[in-house]
């Protein structure tokens, strides 16, 4: 009996998913500002489910933080948050948006929660092995604020079974996306260029394969400035002279931004839904853009750091101090800047009344890796150009298959 109700619907969530990648898949440049519409079906849905709590995708955005927090290991590389992110919010927003489509009998639908749970749990597991019993813990409290209530555990068990067959195909789809594997190009030497520490080059998202750009160079930097022209020369000069007089609120900026810009815009994203009360499937909607543009802008980043290899502040005048670790990739554009411009794009089409607050914390970001002693100013403007190119793209692109 049971079987003759799961393989019926296992076919049909397949064909739902076909269907839902072809429509975002086919939208390309049409759509103009904002997110771009899958098709009437979904804004409908949005509008059915935009009220009350955002809850799940959310509540495991910030799980998922938390679990990457606990394994920042002084010494060791931190796990590829912006990553895990993109794949992360991907599986909750496919798996919301086919929970919210698959009706499986009248006034009953599939848990929008359960869905954004279920995928989280084979996302999350497979990134984090260790933090298997912190997550299924996770799972199993959330699962019993629906028991007791009319149909709402079904609801929930059925719309995790939906988020866990959406979350193996997203794992599936990171199996291939070629991070961390392209060879990099032949490095120069020579006045002006990065020299390694001798620890293994951090290559970010060069090479990988990108969700809205069609290559990993479409939205590269110009050059930086020349090395040893005025312009550059301005530059070093003004990390210098925050170097020798950096205060207690600069170190505390650049610490606060530390690992990754990406980590501190995911809470904020979940704060602003919130805020707005936002529903499940447009917050799910808000968070995979924002993550998706992020990486991509990571790849552009990346792409464009591998062309110039351009020299660290600290290489360039060793009398400059760190107010923390120093990534072990070229200086040009910063990673912290390009991150941050694809989340306020992202951010500011979605709340456009929160602009002036994005923009004051896209500045502090920009900004925190200056007074650090990492990067140039020039490589944090070039970032957010950078960034917010990417988040724009996404916009207009939309999510393909």
Not at 37 to 59: L, Y
Not at 92 to 119: F, K, N, T
Not at 172 to 186: H, I, K, V
Request: some cysteine.
């Amino acid at each position: 009996m049971e079987r003759r109700r799961t393989e019926p619907f296992s076919r049909r969530l397949a064909a739902l998913l076909v269907v839902a990648a072809l429509q975002a898949g086919c939208r390309e440049d049409t759509s103009g500002p904002g997110l771009a519409p899958t098709d009437q079906t979904e804004e409908n849905n949005m509008a059915a489910h935009s009220s009350g709590a955002t809850g799940s995708s959310v509540r495991w955005n910030r799980k998922a933080i938390e679990i990457f927090r606990s394994r920042l290991i002084p010494g060791s590389p931190p796990p590829n948050a912006g990553r895990i992110h993109a794949y992360l919010t991907l599986a909750q927003y496919r798996a919301v948006l086919a929970a919210s489509q698959q009706q499986l009998r009248p006034g009953r639908r599939p848990a929008l929660e359960g869905a954004a749970a279920g995928a989280s749990v084979v996302i999350l597991t497979q990134f984090y092995p260790l933090d298997a019993a912190i997550i299924d813990a996770e799972l199993t409290a959330q699962r019993a604020e629906y028991e007791g209530r009319a149909h709402k555990g079904e609801a929930f068990d059925l719309g995790e079974a939906i988020g866990r067959e959406v979350g193996a195909a997203v794992l599936a789809q990171a199996a291939t996306d070629n991070f961390g594997l392209a060879p990099l190009p032949t490095q120069p030497t020579g006045p002006g260029y990065w020299v390694s520490s001798g620890a293994p080059t951090v290559k970010g998202g060069f090479g990988a394969r990108p969700f809205f750009l069609r290559s990993g160079s479409e939205i590269n930097a110009p050059p930086p400035p020349a090395f040893g022209s005025a312009e550059y020369l301005a530059a070093l000069a003004e990390v210098r002279a925050l170097s020798d007089s950096r205060t207690p609120e600069q170190v505390a900026i650049t610490q606060k931004w530390v690992p990754f810009s990406g980590v501190l815009f995911n809470g904020v994203a979940s704060d602003l839904i919130e805020k707005h009360d936002v529903g499940e499937l447009r917050a799910a909607r808000i968070l995979a853009y924002g993550n998706l543009a992020a990486f991509d802008a990571i790849i552009g980043c990346f792409d464009t750091k591998f062309v110039y290899w351009f020299i660290r502040p600290t290489q360039a005048d060793p009398g400059i101090t760190l107010a923390t670790g120093l990534p072990n990739h070229p200086s040009y554009p910063s990673a912290h800047s390009c991150e941050t411009g694809a989340w306020q794009a992202v951010l500011s089409d979605q709340f456009p009344s929160e602009r002036k607050f994005l923009n004051g914390i896209s500045r502090e970001a920009n900004l925190s890796r200056v007074f650090g002693g990492l990067h140039y100013r020039f490589d944090g403007d070039a970032g957010l150009k950078l960034g917010r190119k990417a988040g724009r793209l996404a916009l207009r692109r939309g999510i393909g298959g």
